[in-house]
Nanobody
Framework: QVQLVESGGGLVHPGGSLRLSCAATGINKDYYAIGWFRQAPGKEREGVSSIRSRDSRTYYADSVRGRFTISRGDGENTVHLEMNTLKPEDTAIYYC???????????????????WGQGTQVTVSS
């Protein structure tokens, strides 16, 4: 059974930073990526970033590229999302997810991920 748990969300002022973590357990060898998605009220869920396990290939949404950094942690299936220069439009519930056969044309598709965490709230406000 795959379980993913997000942590690190909170309230931050515009321009501030947060570091999200995703701890995954029970992940199979055929899972090739852990991704971050976010959903704000009234908006569609969108892919934020993803990292492939086999080669550490990373992907970023245009809206966060240069501000967010995804990385693998000290554990085999621990992933961090360092979020810098946060903007109010970054406010959302952030979810981590695990998927297989992730590449540059599907990493941002929610349907490509099989297992999801419960989400962590990120609020960027003054």
């Amino acid at each position: 059974q795959v379980q993913l748990v997000e942590s690190g969300g909170g309230l931050v002022h515009p321009g501030g930073s947060l570091r999200l973590s995703c701890a995954a357990t029970g992940i199979n060898k055929d899972y090739y990526a852990i991704g971050w998605f976010r959903q704000a009220p009234g908006k569609e869920r969108e892919g934020v970033s993803s990292i492939r396990s086999r080669d550490s290939r990373t992907y970023y949404a245009d809206s966060v590229r240069g501000r967010f950094t995804i990385s693998r942690g000290d554990g085999e299936n621990t992933v961090h999302l360092e979020m810098n220069t946060l903007k109010p439009e970054d406010t959302a519930i952030y979810y981590c997810a695990a998927g297989s056969f992730v590449d540059d044309v599907n990493w941002y598709r929610s349907s490509w991920y099989d297992d999801w965490g419960q989400g962590t709230q990120v609020t960027v406000s003054s």
